[in-house]
């Protein structure tokens, strides 16, 4: 029930509010002159969140946010498109971290499906440079503390979790390639890296499938990367209203 609860929270209280305040904030900042590197101005097309998912209410599982997390409103979102993934389909996560998206996913989607979930080894030399600030994303103890706790009390869901390890951007992606319905770009946050990784999720989906990417608006290599895409290409990438996140289902 309190799953539901922090779900609905998410959704209808935390995302209208924290839309609001990063509105104010940007336009706050242009007025006096000031950037924010944080908040940097964005030229992707938004789209309401509700018009993305089937599920109105998801539920949410790890609700409190560490640092390198996504917000509990982009929690929700990927929670309530977890659940509406095709029964016996692929979800593929690059960029475990501390596994609380993969979590969500696994105790959201349908019981047929299976969650790959990719992250860079610590003592692994990545291919190309990673963004400032990140690396205490990488050197962990180890990938997927989060969902590790739940193994006993979700056992089911929790054993459909298979960990990957590799660098994103010479992982062999070739097992997985058009078999996932939902794939979630959360890996490094530089340029290059957040290229090659769409390169990677645009092999992965199916059709019909959706890729989510985190942190458009937030960091710099991220937005440039998917900005210059959709300039190039007009795939018709979205940023769903209120969040850093980016959308795009394949037709």
Not at 113 to 119: A, Q
Not at 127 to 154: C, T
Not at 195 to 219: F, K, P, Q
Request: proline residues 4%.
């Amino acid at each position: 029930m309190k799953e539901r609860y922090h779900g609905f929270y998410a959704t209808r209280i935390y995302l209208p509010f924290s839309s609001i305040s990063r509105r104010w904030r940007r336009f706050s900042r242009r007025i006096r002159g000031k950037q924010d590197s944080a908040l940097q101005t964005t030229i992707l097309p938004e789209v309401c969140w509700a018009d993305c998912v089937k599920v109105s209410v998801p539920r949410v599982w790890e609700h409190k946010k560490e640092n390198g997390n996504v917000r509990i409103s982009e929690l929700a979102i990927l929670s309530a498109l977890a659940a509406g993934c095709r029964e016996g389909s692929t979800l593929f996560e690059i960029g475990t971290f501390d596994g609380r998206t993969t979590l969500n996913l696994a105790l959201n989607a349908p019981g047929t499906c299976r969650i790959y979930t990719l992250d860079l080894p610590p003592d692994q030399a990545p291919k190309y440079q990673l963004a400032d600030g990140e690396r205490h994303m990488v050197e962990k103890l180890a990938p997927g503390s989060r969902y590790e706790q739940y193994r006993s009390k979700h056992s089911a869901e929790i054993s459909r979790i298979h960990q990957l390890h590799g660098d994103s951007a010479t992982f062999d992606y070739s097992p997985y390639k058009g078999s996932c319905s939902l794939v979630f770009v959360d890996g490094s946050h530089s340029y290059d890296y957040a290229l090659s990784d769409t390169r990677a999720a645009m092999a992965l989906v199916e059709a019909g499938g959706v890729i989510i990417w985190h942190d458009y608006g937030i960091w710099e290599g991220v937005t440039k990367a998917l900005e210059e895409l959709e300039q190039r290409e007009h795939f018709g990438l979205r940023n769903i209203r209120g969040t850093s996140l980016v959308i795009w289902r394949k037709k």
